[in-house]
């Protein structure tokens, strides 16, 4: 696994993140554009390299520069001290219903635009033409049975609701902490299940950019070729990433 140390310097902190969400769980000044674990044409044929570059670049770059901007705006009024304008990016999600309103908006789209495509990217991985099927392992294939019987009920179910999904938004795999339950949801636009405190795991993006360039208005096959990509051993790591981040918080 690749990994990357890039420097924030309004902050004064060195963040190290070998996944493009590691580091939204800590304050900075100003949030840099996470790098990608892969190269921008390791995804082909699947996901082509034009698209992964416009949508890493231009899409997920520019929510990132526009929640820095919000977030900037917000301190700025407030002032120096303690508060959750002094919190992460995860943290103010968490808390939205805290944001002042005249700021809620523009944080609640790009800063869910920013942790959103975080975790899309961080769940996907290049695939070799001779690899197998990709299946959920261990523990994660446990709870899929638990929660939908099946790994083939839960896949037709995940790709049933992206099909359905009417306009832009995501469909997700996602842990609800408090009942310790897997769900399949959707948010619109850029909403993200962290401020409905839910732990999400996987995630496929139906927003037009990420497959217009290759599969123009034909969604199925950006869904079916999105599934060749799926690494549930990052989808694992997520998982565990979020126990061990709500282990060390208590306001579930």
């Known amino acids: 696994m690749l990994t990357v140390i890039f420097i924030v310097l309004s902050a004064h902190i060195a963040l190290s993140v070998d996944t493009p969400y590691k580091g939204i769980q800590l304050f900075a000044d100003e949030y840099p554009v996470p790098p990608l674990p892969y190269e921008y044409d ?21 929510y990132i520069k526009k929640m820095n901007a919000a977030l900037k705006a917000w301190r700025d009024e407030v002032g120096p001290g303690v508060g959750l304008q002094s919190n992460s990016i995860l943290h103010i999600l968490e808390n939205l219903d805290q944001v002042p309103e005249k700021h809620r908006t523009a944080i609640r789209n ?16 290049p695939r070799g033409e001779s690899e197998p099927p990709r299946l959920p392992e261990a523990t994660l294939a446990t709870e899929i049975i638990a929660n939908f019987q099946n790994f083939s009920n839960f896949q037709e179910q995940f790709t049933n609701t992206a099909k359905t999904l009417f306009g832009s938004g995501y469909v997700w795999l996602s842990r609800n902490p408090r009942e310790q339950t897997l769900i399949i949801h959707t948010t619109a636009n850029q909403d993200s299940p962290i401020s409905d405190r839910l732990r999400p795991i ?15 208005n034909r969604r199925p096959e950006h869904i ?29």
């Open 42 to 62: 390791a995804l082909e044929p699947y996901i082509d390299e034009k698209t992964a570059r416009i949508h890493h670049l231009g899409h997920h770059a520019g």
């Open 110 to 125: 790009n800063g869910g635009g920013f942790v959103n495509h975080a975790i899309y990217w961080a769940t996907m991985s």
């Open 202 to 216: 996987l995630v496929i993006d139906i927003w037009e950019h990420a497959y217009y360039l290759k599969h123009q």
């Open 224 to 252: 079916q070729d999105w599934w060749e990509l799926v690494d549930w051993g990052q989808v694992k790591a997520l998982s565990d990433w979020w126990a061990a981040y709500d282990a060390g918080h208590d306001e579930l």
